[in-house]
């Protein structure tokens, strides 16, 4: 069972991801609805929450740990690794690996939540592997809530990603970061506001993909993954608001779970 | 001490009506950042919620409780106020009954958060006591956002602002009520974009008022009220842009202080 686990349901990019690069693959999803989001909280707090979200996914059968939320791969991976036993993937390293492919100029942009950019993770990350690198990051605050009630194409929602956008673009990067798994859902607004000629880069599908690899490359853990082609979704609240977004972003109807009290001390 | 919680930081609108209605009186606050917000949660989750930040208040010295938080007072006030000994203010009925004074036509526009507005609790509240009023309600989802981003007059902020108000002035209200207390922090875009002929109802005004009346008639109680200045505000995370955003909010810098592990069953 492959867990995956975000602060709510944009995280499900990852899952979609997952199942096109590992299909029949068995699949259990935590979204922390209850406390959503984390992007806008302190890395003490989404450290606590991380630890409590891979709990509840090793406790319903995960045997490998996707952290599909770029807030807690940030803040929280080191932590989550050295409290479990599974392998952890975080969505950060195969962004930055998969834009290092990318980039001509070397001049790249990263967005993300202000919990993501103050982090500084993808710009440490970048520079280690190109010292040479030149790294701009732009917080963007508001593109989760927009998302999350679906104006994915309004004029609002344009001006805003423009908005975002304008430093990044006037200091021409070649290739750009999408540091959120909420933001592939605003991809083509972006990549018409940031010009064709900028390389987007979806950490989703670069997650997916290296953990495809990492199968691949291990076949006694890939033998202890079932393949029933089953995909349980748990969220620690549902509404019909969360039912309905979830269902836009996976592309079909997904039944969502309560996970019932999230009291796991 | 008056005790008063909300979701996040915007229930400090209330705290600096309390301020000015009842000055010198001791306020304890509790915004409850780790899980903000709660207007896009459901109702059983948010009552949960309330119960734990009212422990919280009263074990800190609460007498009295005031939810200033609508999409609270809108399904936790009963459960509150059989759970606990303490009266328990909501921020619903001030606005009501200041909104009746208000209206000359009867035509009543409500925006609140989507939790807020699908309890249904306003226009209940308003044809109880004026059945022959007509009542139109608009969730605005993503004002809340932006107060918390400190966009107040941001292109952005005003056209979404008349997008979600439209609705509402196709129907000639005569009165608005801000049915979630980040919004007064917008009344100036709101109003303009409403029309200068609409009266506004701030129920954070409406709510202080309220209190200091409720105090005034029941002289035992406000004698069990300690005055002497003190505010403390207490949060269940910190970050400097919490910070940054209650200081915008009462005007002058106030000091957060850490709620501590929220773990209080």
């Known amino acids: 069972m492959i867990g995956i686990f975000d602060s709510g349901i944009g995280g499900l990019t990852v899952v979609k991801g997952v199942m096109d690069a590992l299909p029949g693959y068995d699949i259990v999803y935590f979204g922390d609805t209850a406390r959503t989001p984390y992007g806008t909280k302190s890395s003490r707090t989404v450290v606590e929450y991380a630890l409590e979200d891979t709990e509840f996914l090793v406790k319903n059968g995960a045997k490998i740990i996707v952290m599909a939320c770029n807030t807690a791969s940030s803040v929280a991976t080191e932590a989550v690794r ?48 190109k010292p040479d690198a030149r790294v701009h990051c732009a917080p963007c605050p508001l593109l989760v809530p927009l998302v999350e009630e679906g104006w994915r194409n309004k004029p609002e929602t344009r001006m805003i990603v423009k908005k975002y956008l304008h430093p990044l673009k006037v200091r021409q990067i070649d290739t750009l970061i999408l540091g959120c798994t909420h933001y592939p859902v605003l991809k083509d607004v972006i990549a018409r506001k940031i010009g064709k000629r900028v390389a987007i880069i979806d950490s989703s599908t670069a997650t997916a993909e290296s953990i495809r690899q990492f199968a691949a490359d291990n076949p006694q853990l890939d033998a202890s993954f079932s393949k029933t082609d089953t995909a349980r979704f748990f969220v620690s609240d549902i509404t019909p608001h969360f039912q309905e977004t979830a269902k836009s972003i996976i592309g079909r109807n997904i039944v969502l779970e309560h996970s019932g009290p999230f009291d796991l001390k």
Chains 1, 2 share one sequence.
């Open 82 to 129: 050295a409290a479990f036993d599974v392998p952890v993937y975080e969505v950060i390293t195969p962004a930055v690996d998969r834009c290092l492919e990318a980039t001509k100029k070397g001049i790249i942009g990263v967005i993300g939540t202000r919990a993501t950019i103050n982090s500084g993770i993808y710009e440490r990350k970048i520079l280690e592997k």
